[in-house]
């Protein structure tokens, strides 16, 4: 009930007023009997549910928390010294990581498991693939059928033996079966076709409407256009994370970056793997700012700042900026690092609340600096003259309805 949620120096607070103060012709006297109508009344009044005396008088079994807390934690000023551990860290974009920022497409090379067709020709009929009775027969071309390059890296092409293609490029591979016809057929020419590429795939998967493997077209593709094959994605945009594994090295994006920043959105290169993920991060807002609620970090990164600033600021008339702070678990090796009481076998997450300053001018850089971490909770404290507010307007609101009685009564009563 209100009466036993009042802190005992308010309490005081009402009783020392109710001693003073003189309302036209009713003394303090009403004033006491209001706020004692206020502790004893309390089941008039509306609620939007039971009781919490009641609820608990008549629960079969109670536990009590105790003196203490209900759970123990630490408290952690931020300061420079503290900033090392939770600073904003700038994740390197793509390009950064796999040094191809401007660069171009790569050259695509033959490999294992690509099926492809040669065709060869020569000048004048009466050479070795193209027989005399065959006069001028138009191209004076024939085609070998399809092959899969071998787990050796190699095709077979007639009275040449056996041509190496892995690692070549098409190019390269119809140098090498001109070279070794030349002495057997009359002006030998070989044109490569890949029917079906295998070695130069890009996998995409993840939060994409088609998980697939694609080949990659000879132009170059970019990451978009391979998420675009894969069908797109399918969460909202503000939520997706893109990244890329590629050569024992991994590198993840946040997907609105590859659509404001055209250098982040680099070319893909033959086996590579693209994941899509849903990362909806998120921070609750409690207290004394103008918005109270859950909500999406909407960027890489964000800050205390600007969390602060998502939450709709500091208000001015309630909020006590020197008490701004950000509850947040760490794991255990953190802790230890941090001088917390944490044993060494001990691995459970550990429960700490960092206070920012926000009166001290240098506290909005610091604010600037230390991360929001996914599921942090912000609560801003109220100004004690805010709690102090909150009792003269139930005393007012009180008494003025009280006299309002009394005057009434004295009407009836005349």
Do not use: H
Not at 7 to 25: E, F, K, M, Y
Not at 103 to 124: H, K, N
Not at 254 to 277: A, C, H, K, W
Request: aromatic share 6%.
């Amino acid at each position: 009930m209100l009466g036993t949620e009042l802190s005992g120096v308010l309490w005081d607070t009402v009783l020392t007023l109710g001693a003073r103060i003189r309302v036209g012709s009713v003394r303090a006297s009403l004033v006491a009997i209001c706020a004692v109508s206020i502790v004893s009344g309390c089941t008039s009044l509306p609620k939007s549910g039971p009781d919490a005396t009641k609820i608990r008088s008549e629960a079969v079994a109670y536990r009590p928390a105790g003196p203490g807390p209900a759970k123990d934690y630490a408290l952690i000023d931020v300061t420079d010294s503290i900033l090392g551990y939770f600073e904003v860290a700038e994740t390197p974009g793509l390009g950064a990581t796999f040094g191809t920022r401007g660069g171009g497409a790569p050259q695509l090379r033959l490999g294992v498991g690509d099926v492809i067709q040669v065709t060869l020709f020569e000048s004048a009929a009466g050479g070795l693939f193209i027989p005399a009775e065959a006069g001028s027969r138009p191209g004076n071309f024939i085609s070998i059928p399809q092959q899969t390059v071998d787990s050796s890296g190699q095709i077979t092409v007639p009275y040449a033996g056996r041509i190496q293609v892995a690692g070549r490029t098409p190019e390269e591979v119809e140098a090498a079966i001109r070279a070794a016809l030349t002495d057997r057929a009359i002006e030998p020419q070989a044109v490569l076709t890949v029917v079906q590429s295998r070695a130069n795939e890009v996998s995409v998967l993840g939060d994409v409407n088609s998980p697939t493997k694609v080949p990659i077209n000879p132009g170059g593709e970019r990451v978009l256009d391979i998420v675009s094959r894969g069908g797109g994605i399918s969460i909202p945009a503000r939520e997706a994370y893109v990244t890329i594994q590629r050569g024992g090295r991994t590198s993840t994006v946040y997907l609105q970056n590859l659509l404001t920043n055209p250098r982040e959105n680099i070319y893909v290169y033959p086996g590579d793997i693209i994941f899509v993920n849903r990362d909806q991060r998120t921070f609750t807002a409690f207290g004394a700012t103008g918005l109270n609620g859950r909500f999406e970090f909407e960027n890489s990164n964000l800050n205390v700042a600007e969390a602060i600033g998502k939450a709709g600021g500091v208000l001015d008339s309630r909020a006590e900026p020197s008490n701004v702070y950000i509850y947040r678990m760490i794991s255990a090796d953190l802790a230890r690092k941090l001088g917390l009481p944490v044993s060494a076998k001990d691995t459970r997450e550990f429960p700490v609340i960092f206070r920012l300053n926000l009166r001290d001018p240098s506290g909005f850089f610091l604010a600037r600096k230390f991360a929001v971490q996914d599921r942090d909770v912000l609560y801003i404290d109220n100004a004690t003259s805010t709690e102090f507010l909150k009792v003269m307007e139930i005393i007012n609101a009180t008494t003025s309805s009280t006299l309002g009685t009394a005057s009434s009564v004295k009407v009836l009563t005349r």
